[in-house]
């Protein structure tokens, strides 16, 4: 059991298909590899104000300091990467795992 096992399965009607034996690429033409997107989900966040405040203040600085288009969720993922790093999530998940098999 590992800690994605522990973690709620809310993927409402969106099952993954096929055997996953295509590593998640396809083919577009004659045998050339192109990367699948990932799949969009929709989630709500309830918070104070102020977090979406600065929300909305982080985008519209990445809008106007970068060339590309910066979404919500951009930004949001950005600060779950970075905070993944800052708490050493992947560090955590190996000790997490160790855990679990001495207890077997």
């Known amino acids: 059991m590992g ?11 969106n099952k993954q298909k096929g055997n996953g034996a295509d590593n998640g690429k396809s083919t577009k033409g004659p045998g050339r590899p192109v990367e699948k997107k990932e799949p969009q989900v929709t989630f709500t ?12 203040k982080i985008q519209k ?10 979404s919500q969720a951009d930004v949001i ?3 779950l990467e970075l905070l993944s790093k800052k ?12 855990f679990l098999e001495n207890i077997k």
């Not at 994605?4 to 409402?12: H, P, R, Y």
């Not at 966040?45 to 909305?56: A, D, F, I, Y």
């Not at 809008?63 to 910066?70: A, C, D, G, I, S």
């Open 3 to 13: 800690l994605n096992d522990l973690l709620a399965k809310n993927q409402g009607d």
């Open 87 to 98: 708490i050493k999530l992947l560090e955590k998940e190996k000790q997490y795992a160790k």
């Open 61 to 70: 600085i990445k809008e106007l300091t970068e060339p590309n288009k910066v």
């Open 45 to 56: 966040v309830r918070g104070p104000q102020s977090t979406k405040t600065l929300l909305l």
């Open 77 to 79: 993922r950005e600060a």
